[in-house]
T-cell receptor, first 115, second 113 residues
Framework: DAGVIQSPRHEVTEMGQEVTLRCKPI?????LFWYRQTMMRGLELLIY????????DSGMPEDRFSAKMPNASFSTLKIQPSEPRDSAVYFC?????????????FGPGTRLTVL | SQQGEEDPQALSIQEGENATMNCSYK?????LQWYRQNSGRGLVHLIL?????REKHSGRLRVTLDTSKKSSSLLITASRAADTASYFC?????????????FGRGTQLTVWP
């Protein structure tokens, strides 16, 4: 298994531009999580999906952030417009058999820099 | 919040020594997990201990759980330079069926050769 796949691995953009981060979870996993990690705030849960349905988006910082999961094998996190304070590493994680072990499998992350 | 709190925030030891990291949490849990993060990488699951377990081993890792004190410890024995990483505890709330984990801020472990 290839594990959780995220793209791009690095993104540098200018303030005001739209940014789209992509995630392919591990096949068969039915939960997907988007996290943001910074030195100041640590690891923050932004939103998570169960069976492609958003369950809790209370961690999404502002309306500039949106996430979709159109099918079980793909999710996107979009920031529009981007701001310098959005610079962080964004992780996607997936989990199998929710409610049994809850172990999460993380992707390699996307390092976002907004100039 | 339910977020776990690791202690210490940073730990520096020599190769061969044991490393102990602690985690405290606030409410009842289904299980507690430890994850490792190497610099520039995603988190990797290390070990899971259920609320009805008190101790668990995996290779050089030993995890204990004291639900009465709402605390856990991770012991890495005979540490190696390759163990240098950040270590996070994460809790799954009792009764939750949706898989959310609450992560702490992590302990940065440095093992000097």
């Amino acid at each position: 298994d290839a594990g959780v796949i995220q793209s791009p691995r690095h993104e540098v953009t200018e303030m005001g531009q739209e940014v789209t981060l992509r995630c392919k979870p591990i096949s068969g996993h039915n939960s997907l999580f988007w996290y943001r990690q910074t030195m100041m705030r640590g690891l923050e849960l932004l939103i998570y999906f169960n069976n492609n349905v958003p369950i809790d988006d209370s961690g999404m910082p502002e309306d500039r952030f949106s996430a979709k999961m159109p099918n079980a094998s793909f999710s996107t996190l979009k920031i529009q417009p981007s701001e310098p304070r959005d610079s962080a590493v964004y992780f996607c994680a997936s989990s199998p058999r929710t409610g049994v072990t809850d172990t999460q499998y993380f992707g390699p992350g996307t390092r976002l820099t907004v100039l | 919040s339910q977020q776990g709190e690791e202690d210490p925030q940073a730990l520096s030891i020599q190769e061969g020594e044991n490393a102990t990291m602690n985690c405290s949490y606030k409410t009842s849990i289904n299980n507690l997990q430890w994850y490792r993060q190497n610099s520039g990488r995603g988190l990797v699951h290390l070990i899971l201990i259920r609320s009805n377990e008190r101790e668990k081993h995996s290779g050089r890792l030993r995890v204990t759980l004291d639900t009465s004190k709402k605390s856990s410890s991770l012991l890495i024995t005979a540490s190696r330079a390759a163990d240098t990483a950040s270590y996070f505890c994460a809790t799954a709330l009792r009764g939750s069926t949706l898989g959310r984990l609450y992560f702490g801020r992590g302990t940065q472990l440095t093992v000097w050769p």
